[in-house]
């Protein structure tokens, strides 16, 4: 299965009561990419910090793991 790797930080952390799950979120910065797509936002699961290095794999989903996402 072919897919991309990213570096990144995490640059930020939200308060969990910002969303309707309870989750903080991280936002984490993709070294490489446009402007525009260079954000993820995702629900904090890993307990990761601000300035944590982090990886950023991106996957062609296969059939059993359509619709769900990793985190």
């Not at 982090?54 to 062609?60: E, G, K």
């Amino acid at each position: 299965m072919a897919s991309l790797k990213f570096s990144g930080y995490v640059v930020e952390i939200s308060r969990p009561g910002l969303y309707q799950d309870e989750l903080e979120r991280i936002t984490v910065s993709v070294e490489g990419a446009e402007p525009l797509y260079a954000e993820l936002r995702l629900p904090n699961t890993m307990q990761w910090s601000v300035g944590q290095k982090v990886v950023v794999m991106i996957m062609a989903p296969s059939a059993e793991t359509k619709g769900r996402v990793a985190a």
